[in-house]
């Protein structure tokens, strides 16, 4: 099924196939962080595969995910005499992955359906830098597809709705539903002519949750989204979730129904795989308790009504559920990180190129501060 809204939520440029065939994997969301926060310039240099501890294809993985989970922004280079892009670490990535964060070392799981979400979701400026993953979470049947036919859904979208100058080559996507199928499977085959395809059987973490099971061995091998109650996430994590999607439409007090939260493309539904009785009823028992939020019924259609503004209300529960990261001692606001990293919001000194003007309508796309 095609959606014209689809130019709207992705970035296809540079967006597929950039993962080298490399699932994220433990510990490296972490690591990039760390390297990022001293040097902007940790992805480029020559001996990053020492500092990262990965092989070189793999700090280019590292880069990739990076960005696409919204942790890292890249931007121009302060010194006009380098074409790399350097790259800061964003406010989020400080409360997540800091040593003195959220999770640094993503040992709850919700922290990982957090990550799913961060990835799949656009708003405020910041696209999905993975195309290929936004299409089958939210434009895929609800139904069983061999990996050809995953293939064949993304192409069919990507060529739907974007010029041609903007469709990928075809190894490409075949490459993005190779590494989908790593990332989130149980029961994957292991392919002993993909790099890395034993090591993603056991690295990749997202595997916990549960999201994609498979049928059959060989070509005609089916793969499913599982749908349902999850049990490993939070309710505080999906009722940020729904808020964060709400104030894409409002950005003052007000509501949105649950099916719109169900069902929508880009919604928490969609990208949790959960039908709307079952989001419903994972988040009852937080809204139940909480003074800004409460569950609402007119004309037969529920909804999910907030006293307050939805984004920075999403942070507020999203906050609270890891112990009120932002009130320890020294946690900077998203201004003071964003002044230490002014290429976060494209204040970096910007070179005097002919290509400068691409690169800052690139970060007009990116979400600010965070």
Same mark, same amino acid.
């Given at each position: 099924?095609?959606?014209?809204?689809?130019?709207?939520?992705?970035?296809?440029?540079?967006?597929?196939?950039?993962?080298?065939?490399?699932?994220?994997?433990?510990?490296?969301?972490?690591?990039?962080?760390?390297?990022?926060?001293?040097?902007?310039?940790?992805?480029?240099?020559? !001996?990053?595969?020492?500092?990262?501890?990965?092989?070189?294809?793999?700090?280019?993985?590292? &880069?990739?995910?990076?960005?696409?989970?919204?942790?890292?922004?890249?931007?121009?280079?302060?010194?006009?005499?380098?074409?790399?892009?350097?790259?800061?670490?964003?406010?989020?990535?400080?409360?997540?992955?800091?040593?003195?964060?959220?999770? $640094?070392?993503?040992? *709850?799981?919700?922290?990982?359906?957090?990550?799913?979400?961060?990835?799949?979701?656009?708003?405020?400026?910041?696209?999905?830098?993975?195309?290929?993953?936004?299409?089958?979470?939210?434009?895929?049947?609800?139904?069983?597809?061999?990996?050809?036919?995953?293939?064949?859904?993304?192409? &069919?979208?990507?060529?739907?709705?974007? *010029?041609?100058?903007?469709?990928?080559?075809?190894? /490409?996507?075949?490459?993005?539903?190779?590494?989908?199928?790593?990332?989130?499977?149980?029961?994957? @085959?292991?392919?002993?002519?993909?790099?890395?395809?034993?090591?993603?059987?056991?690295?990749?973490?997202?595997?916990?949750?549960?999201?994609?099971?498979?049928?059959?061995?060989?070509?005609?091998?089916?793969?499913?989204?599982?749908?349902?109650?999850?049990?490993?996430?939070?309710?505080?994590?999906?009722?940020?979730?729904?808020?964060?999607?709400?104030?894409? /439409?409002?950005?003052?007090?007000?509501?949105?129904?649950?099916?719109? +939260?169900?069902?929508?493309?880009?919604?928490?539904?969609?990208?949790?795989?959960?039908?709307?009785?079952?989001?419903?009823?994972?988040? @009852?028992?937080?809204?139940? *308790?909480?003074?800004?939020?409460?569950?609402?019924?007119?004309?037969?259609?529920?909804?999910?009504?907030?006293?307050?503004?939805?984004?920075?209300?999403?942070? !507020?529960? +999203? !906050?609270?559920?890891?112990?009120?990261?932002?009130? &320890?001692?020294?946690?900077?606001?998203?201004?003071?990180?964003?002044?230490?990293?002014?290429?976060?919001?494209?204040?970096?000194?910007? $070179?005097?190129?002919?290509?400068?003007?691409?690169?800052?309508?690139?970060? *007009?796309?990116?979400?600010?501060?965070?």
């Amino acid at each position: 099924m095609s959606d014209s809204r689809l130019p709207e939520a992705v970035e296809t440029s540079g967006s597929f196939g950039r993962h080298e065939t490399f699932a994220p994997r433990f510990g490296w969301l972490h690591k990039a962080y760390m390297q990022v926060k001293h040097d902007s310039e940790i992805f480029h240099r020559e !001996d990053a595969p020492v500092l990262l501890g990965v092989g070189k294809n793999m700090v280019n993985s590292m &880069r990739y995910w990076s960005k696409a989970f919204k942790l890292t922004q890249e931007h121009a280079h302060e010194d006009s005499s380098k074409n790399a892009r350097a790259a800061s670490p964003t406010w989020r990535a400080r409360w997540l992955l800091d040593e003195e964060g959220a999770d $640094p070392y993503l040992e *709850d799981t919700g922290s990982l359906w957090l990550l799913h979400w961060w990835l799949l979701s656009s708003g405020s400026g910041a696209k999905c830098w993975v195309p290929s993953w936004y299409v089958i979470f939210n434009l895929a049947a609800r139904s069983r597809l061999t990996s050809a036919e995953m293939t064949n859904v993304i192409t &069919r979208n990507i060529h739907e709705n974007f *010029d041609e100058k903007y469709w990928p080559a075809g190894e /490409s996507i075949s490459r993005d539903v190779e590494c989908m199928i790593k990332m989130y499977a149980l029961d994957q @085959e292991f392919n002993p002519l993909s790099p890395g395809s034993f090591e993603d059987l056991l690295m990749s973490p997202f595997r916990e949750l549960g999201l994609l099971e498979g049928q059959g061995k060989g070509r005609d091998r089916t793969w499913r989204f599982t749908s349902g109650s999850r049990s490993n996430l939070p309710a505080p994590v999906l009722a940020y979730a729904c808020l964060d999607y709400a104030s894409r /439409s409002s950005v003052n007090a007000g509501s949105i129904s649950l099916a719109r +939260l169900a069902g929508d493309p880009g919604s928490p539904g969609r990208t949790f795989r959960m039908r709307e009785p079952e989001l419903t009823k994972a988040i @009852e028992s937080l809204v139940s *308790d909480h003074p800004d939020l409460q569950i609402v019924e007119a004309l037969g259609q529920r909804s999910l009504a907030f006293s307050k503004a939805p984004l920075p209300l999403a942070w !507020d529960v +999203l !906050d609270a559920h890891y112990g009120h990261v932002r009130d &320890r001692e020294g946690f900077p606001t998203p201004q003071e990180w964003t002044k230490k990293y002014p290429g976060l919001d494209g204040n970096a000194p910007k $070179p005097a190129r002919k290509k400068q003007p691409q690169q800052i309508e690139v970060l *007009d796309l990116i979400e600010e501060n965070s």
